[in-house]
């Protein structure tokens, strides 16, 4: 008796979560203004009506980016309260999915974390398509100086490009004064980079100054690879990284560099390699000038730095940089997509990029007067207006739907290439046959 | 009804009624979700508002030709192969020592005691620390007492998963030197007794009385740590990864990877059936070994 009750509820159990599985729900398009009608955006904002709006983001306590735009628009316009989802950068991916995946209506907006994520969100239906809403406002894309072009998915415009950020040079003014050398220019190859990241090295043991920091990302090698705009991380041979790597191997081995191992398991971060003087040159991201100019405020260092363009490979002209687009979407189950789209707007607007531009954040929107106002920004040094000038901008990594499956196989490769582990060749074969089996999937 | 009947159906709600807030929570969380899991073994789902495709045994099939998860299995049984001994062995020792009534016992024991419900995040960053190649004061000894080149623990394939057994062990064996303290009050002093009359030495009791009494206990601890073994995944997330490469990813790591960040979830959902089996196969051989190999008590 009992062990017949016992089954039964198995049984229910089993089909219960076995009809819950297989209901086949044909996907939706993401909805078009078409229902809303053409009033509706203007009567949300104006209207004394309290509307909320939820944006995701991530690591708020570190960067104004979302904070300013936020608050430049409920100025705008006040009876918009936002609320900002905020997680921590490494979980925010995760984090998202989770929320996406329960169907809700919030986050109303979306940051797009790594412009990648944004193809499996438009798989899975959760962006909504922003055409209508474009041609309607009569948005102007040159502004994006062909950003936006990039982010089309399936020839459809679903985000808009919030934020760029490009790779530059940063330095140490008092490190180069001490030695006398001059500072980086703004027209540097990579082989006279490393001349000069020797030339500053000195010391031994707590007092060492390394010529040069770099990361421990993959991007730290691949960036400098794709630069030219001849490769990208989804070719199907990297062949084209060898005599990067043969670069970054070399540096660390003759000691310009601290050593990959070392950086990995200490969980050892960039911002504290450079506050604390332990480089004289770091190459990295544009996102790095807020974070500087306010760490100085904050008065967690006190020396001189500068920034100038990234080296280049030669034959290409100084000026050209890799980096990521910030992109911005519309939750496509969201409750006030129309109220969503004003923000997402305003925020890709040049009106909004000033305002990023106003607190150190790099504005995806770019012209002259963007330009003079991030270099006229409190704390930026005077002499580095040059790289904020981008001639010639390419994705550090490509859009596309296999890219997340094939980064986490050629950065595993990368990990036992930079500690050693292979040598170069059967390290860039691995990458190749382990990247063409994610591809396949 | 006569009212014995009634009483008895009485005491039975009464009973029925303390446990099904429980087991209604063991449904909805664990029963019901592994069901769920066992039907997504067969199907193939990225976890969206997509359709579910039935692709029968297509995922065990592709399972046994990923180089990765052929990697992850062996990295799990290596890892189980030695932190299981080597945790039974620190746990029964200690609780061997720490079993007396000298003043101040407690306070050893707690200090034994207190890896096991340290955070794991900390516990990891300090031994990263600790191993670290060129600094960490574990190299730091070893070149002072004249190994000219240390390994690189964590950044070396060799040695990264001693460096997880290493802290395994010394996370987990508190809680086993606990259970072994409760099972050592329940050998009975005569048998020491005796022994000490016959001439035994501390060494020979150990050997020819305190293990043969454990034993019931040990083969509670080989089965708990070996469950324990095949799930491993937060120490190893927090500590290095899964890597350098391959070196550190288990089998949870891979069904972690699939199902978050390839957005697989039946492959997913396959791989942790494989799971599933290997740690009942392992549990069945360690429960009938145990018919066999106990000790009379």
Same mark, same amino acid.
């Given at each position: 008796m009992k062990a017949r009750i016992l089954a039964i509820l198995s049984l229910a159990a089993v089909s219960l979560a076995g009809c819950g599985g297989q209901t086949t729900k044909a996907p939706e398009p993401g909805g078009s203004l078409a229902e809303t009608g053409t009033t509706a955006v203007d009567t949300t904002l104006a209207s004394d009506e309290?509307?909320?709006?939820?944006?995701?983001?991530?690591?708020?306590?570190?960067?104004?980016?979302?904070?300013?735009?936020?608050?430049?628009?409920?100025?705008?316009?006040?009876?918009?309260?936002?609320?900002?989802?905020?997680?921590?950068?490494?979980?925010?991916?995760?984090?998202?999915?989770?929320?996406?995946?329960?169907?809700?209506?919030?986050?109303?907006?979306?940051?797009?974390?790594?412009?990648?994520?944004?193809?499996?969100?438009?798989?899975?239906?959760?962006?909504?398509?922003?055409?209508?809403?474009?041609?309607?406002?009569?948005?102007?894309?040159?502004?994006?100086?062909?950003?936006?072009?990039?982010?089309?998915?399936?020839?459809?415009?679903?985000?808009?490009?919030?934020?760029?950020?490009?790779?530059?040079?940063?330095?140490?003014?008092?490190?180069?004064?001490?030695?006398?050398?001059?500072?980086?220019?703004?027209?540097?190859?990579?082989?006279?980079?490393?001349?000069?990241?020797?030339?500053?090295?000195?010391?031994?043991?707590?007092?060492?100054?390394?010529?040069?920091h770099h990361h421990t990302w993959m991007a730290m090698v691949s960036n400098w690879a794709v630069q030219d705009g001849k490769n990208t991380l989804m070719s199907e041979d990297y062949e084209f990284l060898k005599g990067w790597y043969e670069q970054a191997l070399r540096l660390q081995d003759d000691k310009i560099v601290q050593s990959y191992a070392n950086l990995k398991t200490g969980s050892i971060h960039y911002i504290s390699v450079f506050e604390q003087q332990q480089c004289a040159m770091m190459p990295m991201g544009s996102w790095f000038i807020s974070t500087l100019i306010q760490d100085k405020k904050d008065g967690k260092y006190d020396f001189e730095w500068g920034v100038a363009k990234l080296p280049h490979p030669d034959g290409i002209p100084a000026g050209s940089t890799m980096g990521a687009v910030t992109p911005v979407g519309i939750n496509a189950k969201s409750d006030v997509p129309d109220t969503a789209w004003e923000?997402?707007?305003?925020?890709?607007?040049?009106?909004?990029?000033?305002?990023?531009?106003?607190?150190?954040?790099?504005?995806?929107?770019?012209?002259?007067?963007?330009?003079?106002?991030?270099?006229?920004?409190?704390?930026?040094?005077?002499?580095?207006?040059?790289?904020?000038?981008?001639?010639?901008?390419?994705?550090?990594?490509?859009?596309?739907?296999?890219?997340?499956?094939?980064?986490?196989?050629?950065?595993?490769?990368?990990?036992?290439?930079?500690?050693?582990?292979?040598?170069?060749?059967?390290?860039?074969?691995?990458?190749?046959?382990?990247?063409?089996?994610?591809?396949?999937? | 009804m006569n009212s014995r009947r009634k009483k008895a159906l009485k005491t039975n709600l009464i009973g029925y009624s303390f446990i099904i807030p429980s087991f209604i929570g063991y449904v909805i969380f664990i029963f019901i979700p592994v069901c769920f899991s066992f039907l997504l073994s067969v199907m193939k789902w990225d976890g969206s508002d997509a359709p579910m495709e039935f692709v029968g045994l297509q995922n065990f099939?592709?399972?046994?030709?990923?180089?990765?998860?052929?990697?992850?299995?062996?990295?799990?049984?290596?890892?189980?192969?030695?932190?299981?001994?080597?945790?039974?062995?620190?746990?029964?020792?200690?609780?061997?020592?720490?079993?007396?009534?000298i003043k101040g016992i407690v306070a050893y024991r707690t200090v034994f005691f207190f890896p096991y419900v340290a955070s794991l995040v900390a516990v990891g960053?300090?031994?990263?620390?600790?191993?670290?190649?060129?600094?960490?004061? %574990?190299?730091?000894?070893?070149?002072? !007492?004249? =190994? *000219? &080149?240390?390994?690189?623990?964590?950044?070396? %394939?060799?040695?990264?998963?001693?460096? !997880?057994? =290493? *802290? &395994?062990?010394?996370k987990y064996m508190g809680y086993y030197m606990v259970v072994y303290l409760a099972a050592l009050q329940g050998i009975s002093d005569d048998l020491y007794e005796a022994a000490g009359i016959d001439g035994a030495t501390g060494l020979k009791k150990l050997w020819y009385?305190?293990?043969?009494?454990?034993?019931?206990?040990t083969f509670f601890v080989v089965i708990m740590l070996t469950i324990q073994c095949f799930k491993v995944f937060d120490l190893i997330y927090v500590?290095?990864?899964?890597?350098?490469?391959?070196?550190?990813?288990?089998?949870?790591?891979?069904?972690?990877?699939?199902?978050?960040?390839?957005?697989?979830?039946?492959?997913?959902?396959?791989?942790?059936?494989?799971?599933?089996?290997?740690?009942?196969?392992?549990?069945?051989?360690?429960?009938?070994?145990?018919r066999k190999f106990t000790d009379f008590v």
């Open positions: 309290k509307v909320k709006l939820t944006v995701s983001t991530w690591d708020n306590e570190s960067s104004p980016q979302f904070k300013s735009i936020a608050n430049a628009f409920m100025e705008k316009y006040p009876n918009v309260e936002i609320e900002l989802i905020d997680t921590q950068s490494a979980e925010y991916n995760n984090k998202l999915t989770v929320m996406l995946a329960g169907g809700d209506s919030d986050p109303d907006v979306i940051m797009v974390k790594d412009a990648e994520t944004q193809v499996t969100m438009k798989d899975k239906n959760q962006l909504l398509d922003l055409t209508d809403y474009i041609q309607k406002d009569s948005i102007d894309r040159s502004i994006y100086a062909g950003a936006e072009e990039q982010l089309k998915m399936d020839g459809i415009q679903y985000t808009l490009p919030f934020r760029k950020d490009w790779y530059v040079l940063y330095y140490n003014k008092d490190l180069f004064d001490q030695v006398g050398v001059e500072y980086p220019g703004d027209d540097m190859t990579w082989d006279e980079y490393e001349e000069l990241a020797r030339k500053m090295t000195s010391g031994e043991g707590s007092s060492k100054v390394y010529g040069t923000f997402v707007k305003f925020a890709c607007s040049q009106e909004g990029a000033l305002v990023l531009a106003q607190n150190g954040v790099f504005p995806a929107a770019t012209s002259a007067a963007i330009v003079e106002a991030l270099s006229s920004m409190e704390g930026f040094p005077e002499d580095s207006k040059g790289a904020l000038e981008v001639t010639n901008f390419v994705f550090d990594r490509p859009l596309d739907a296999k890219m997340a499956s094939v980064r986490k196989v050629i950065e595993e490769e990368h990990d036992l290439l930079m500690i050693g582990e292979v040598d170069i060749d059967t390290g860039i074969a691995n990458m190749n046959g382990r990247a063409a089996e994610a591809r396949a999937e | 099939t592709k399972l046994f030709h990923d180089s990765t998860f052929i990697i992850s299995l062996q990295n799990t049984v290596w890892y189980a192969l030695f932190t299981v001994p080597l945790t039974l062995a620190a746990a029964m020792l200690t609780a061997v020592l720490l079993n007396s009534k960053a300090v031994w990263n620390m600790l191993f670290q190649p060129e600094f960490g004061p %574990v190299n730091e000894f070893l070149k002072w !007492i004249g =190994i *000219v &080149s240390p390994p690189k623990w964590t950044a070396s %394939v060799d040695w990264a998963m001693w460096v !997880i057994i =290493i *802290v &395994s062990v010394w009385i305190t293990i043969p009494m454990l034993t019931p206990t500590m290095t990864g899964g890597g350098p490469g391959r070196a550190t990813n288990v089998l949870v790591n891979h069904i972690y990877n699939a199902a978050f960040i390839d957005f697989k979830f039946g492959y997913a959902s396959a791989s942790a059936m494989v799971l599933f089996v290997f740690v009942l196969l392992v549990t069945l051989i360690q429960l009938h070994g145990e």
